[in-house]
Nanobody, 113 residues
Framework: QVQLVESGGGLVQPGGSLRLSCTAS????????MNWYRQAPGKQRELVAT???????NYIDSVKGRFTISRDNAKKTVYLQMNSLKPEDTAVYYC???????WGQGTQVTVSS
C-alpha cells in the first residue's frame, strides 16, 4: 500500500506564493507521470498539472504561467510551486498517478485577504 503525504499548504493573500510537496512511501522513478489534483468545496476533484519522467509538464489553462510542477525521483517527491495565487485556487491539493494509488490526506490551500 503506497502512502502519499502532501504538505506545504496554508493561508495566503491573493498574489502570494506557496510550494507544495508530496512524498511517496515508495519509489516514483518508474512512474511515467505524476500529477497534482485539487478539490474545491462542493466541486469534483480536478487534474491541475502533470509531469513526466522526462520533465514534460502540462497544466490546466487556469494555472498556466503561475504554477510549476517538478519531481525529484531520488527523494520520491513531487512539487508544485504556486505563484500569483488567486481566491479561486482555494482547494485541497493532492498528488497521485493515474490510475491512482490510495489518496493521501491532501494539503489545504486557502487564498484570501
Amino acid at each position: 500500500q503506497v502512502q502519499l503525504v502532501e504538505s506545504g499548504g496554508g493561508l495566503v493573500q491573493p498574489g502570494g506564493s506557496l510550494r507544495l510537496s508530496c512524498t511517496a512511501s515508495r519509489s516514483i522513478a518508474s512512474i511515467a507521470a505524476m500529477n497534482w489534483y485539487r478539490q474545491a468545496p462542493g466541486k469534483q476533484r480536478e487534474l491541475v498539472a502533470t509531469i513526466t519522467n522526462g520533465g514534460i509538464a502540462n497544466y490546466i489553462d487556469s494555472v498556466k504561467g503561475r504554477f510549476t510542477i517538478s519531481r525529484d525521483n531520488a527523494k520520491k517527491t513531487v512539487y508544485l510551486q504556486m505563484n500569483s495565487l488567486k481566491p479561486e485556487d482555494t482547494a485541497v491539493y493532492y498528488c497521485n498517478k493515474s490510475p491512482p494509488w490510495s489518496w493521501g490526506q491532501g494539503t489545504q490551500v486557502t487564498v484570501s485577504s
